[in-house]
């Protein structure tokens, strides 16, 4: 299971951290974060190998955005930081499975927490 929070209403230029506890398996398989803004498709956003610690980003967040992981907690943080009105979206939390490497394609988590929402106003 995996549970998702830290969402918000924000000014431009805000920070946040959203975080996802995992319970269950995690190590040897990718966590990643995706998000939906209204009308438009899923998209990722970033995933950290949890064994490896390995990170990834969209370009449209690179440089703003940092994912990282506690393994004592087993919970995975995405400090979201310059925040744009265009990052507004319902950010969800993704447990891929397997060892699968892929990790900008939502079809490989098999595992979703219930997302939490993000408004960044202008």
């Known amino acids: 299971q995996l549970q998702a929070s830290g969402g918000g209403l924000v000014q431009t230029g805000d920070s946040l951290r959203l975080s996802c506890a995992a319970s269950?398996?995690?190590?040897?398989?990718?966590l990643g974060w995706f998000r939906q803004a209204p009308g438009k498709e899923r998209e990722f956003v970033a995933a950290?190998?949890?064994?490896?610690?390995?990170?990834h980003y969209a370009d449209s967040v690179k440089g703003r955005f940092t994912i990282s992981r506690d393994n004592a907690k087993n919970t995975v943080y995405l400090q979201m930081n310059s925040l744009k009105p265009e990052d507004t979206a319902v950010y969800y939390c993704?447990?891929?499975?397997?060892?699968?490497?892929?990790?900008?394609?939502?079809?490989?988590?098999?595992?979703w927490g219930q997302g939490t929402q993000v408004t960044v106003s202008s």
């Open positions: 993704a447990l891929g499975s397997g060892g699968i490497k892929i990790y900008y394609s939502g079809t490989y988590y098999p595992y």
């Open positions: 269950g398996r995690t190590s040897g398989n990718y």
């Open positions: 950290i190998w949890w064994s490896g610690g390995s990170q």
